[in-house]
Structures are given as structure tokens and as C-alpha cells.
């Protein structure tokens, strides 16, 4: 049974920046593609970025420019770099992988921007 093991969230003002990390307790190549998601209270959780097993990476639109994702595969680990945050980017970030028989989340991390 894969782990995966957000950290990193925590308070920033508008503007600031925070470093995402995702890490799984086995080898994180077995997953085709990790992903961060987020949800904002009251909301279902959505898509922020993923990267696949190659390292293609893709951003939704109200991310892009300001956010990165990248792995470590000998860290088994995926780094969600989040720059020019704003107080709509205060939510609880989740890391999601799969594999064909099984999706596995994380156990989220908040994430607060004030303004």
C-alpha cells in the first residue's frame, strides 16, 4: 500500500511564495501521473497541475505563471512551487496518483494567503 505525504503548507501574505511537497512512500515511477489538487471551503476539489511519469507537466489556466510542478524520482517526490500567491489560493492541497487498479490521495495540506 502506497503513502503519499503532503507538507509544506502553512500562512503567507499575498505575494509570497510556499513550496509544495508530495512524498510517497514507495517508488513514485509506478504512477503514470501525479497530480495536485486543491479544495477551497465549500467547494469540491479541483484540478491544479499535474506531471506525468516522463516529466510533462500541465497547469490549469488560474495557475499558470505562477505555479511549477516538478518530481525527484530518487526522492520519490513532487514539488508543487507556488509564487505571486493570492488570497484565492488559500485552500487545503492535496496530492493525487494512480495506478490502474487503485487511486491514492494524500492527507491534504492547507495552504492560507492573507491579503
Known amino acids: 500500500q502506497v503513502q503519499l505525504v503532503e507538507s509544506g503548507g502553512g500562512l503567507v501574505q499575498a505575494g509570497g511564495s510556499l513550496r509544495l511537497s508530495c512524498a510517497a512512500s514507495?517508488?513514485?515511477?509506478?504512477?503514470?501521473?501525479v497530480s495536485w489538487f486543491r479544495q477551497h471551503p465549500g467547494k469540491q476539489r479541483e484540478l491544479v497541475a499535474t506531471?506525468?511519469?516522463?516529466?510533462?507537466?500541465n497547469l490549469e489556466d488560474s495557475v499558470k505563471g505562477r505555479f511549477a510542478i516538478s518530481r525527484d524520482n530518487a526522492r520519490n517526490t513532487v514539488y508543487l512551487q507556488m509564487n505571486s500567491l493570492k488570497p484565492e489560493d488559500t485552500a487545503v492541497y492535496y496530492c493525487?496518483?494512480?495506478?490502474?487498479?487503485?487511486?491514492?490521495w494524500g492527507q491534504g495540506t492547507q495552504v492560507t494567503v492573507s491579503s
Open positions: 506531471i506525468t511519469r516522463g516529466g510533462i507537466s
Open positions: 514507495g517508488n513514485i515511477v509506478i504512477f503514470n501521473a
Open positions: 493525487g496518483a494512480g495506478t490502474v487498479s487503485q487511486y491514492y
